[in-house]
């Protein structure tokens, strides 16, 4: 197996409901995410996938979130904007954009500040 990782960002500002502690208050971050995908064979360039279109596909997901109040966004009006729930978000809609390559979505990792992150796969 084969697995290839980019790296991307969006800054966004969410509360945690339900919560006691800093959290709970309006507050922002530069979310970090990476993005891991994997194939079992590497197609005939050598590639699992291209960096360039694993990175765009991230990149129309991460706009839906950019510079938002996450809170507010249909998703995450009755699911925290936790991380754990934005990695799950990412993947979820991310997954459908690799159903008819080679290629299968593996992790993907959200970042909260530089030495706090939330991963989340279908394994
Ligand atoms: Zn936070």
Excluded at 3 to 29: D, N, P, Q, T
Excluded at 33 to 40: F, L
Excluded at 57 to 86: A, G, M, R
């Amino acid at each position: 197996m084969y697995e290839v990782m980019i790296k991307s960002e969006f800054s966004a500002a969410h509360s945690l409901r339900e919560y006691e502690g800093k959290c709970e208050a309006l507050h922002g971050h530069n979310f970090r995410v990476d993005v891991y995908a994997g194939a079992e064979e590497v197609d005939g360039t050598g590639l699992t996938i291209d960096f360039r279109i694993l990175k765009e596909k991230t990149n129309v997901i991460l706009d839906q979130l950019d510079h938002k109040h996450l809170n507010d966004l249909p998703y995450f009006t009755e699911t925290n904007p936790s991380s754990e729930n934005i990695a799950a978000y990412i993947f979820n809609n991310l997954k459908g954009e690799f159903s008819n390559e080679n290629v299968v979505l593996n992790r993907v990792a959200v970042w909260e500040s530089e030495n706090s992150c939330a991963t989340y796969s279908e394994k």
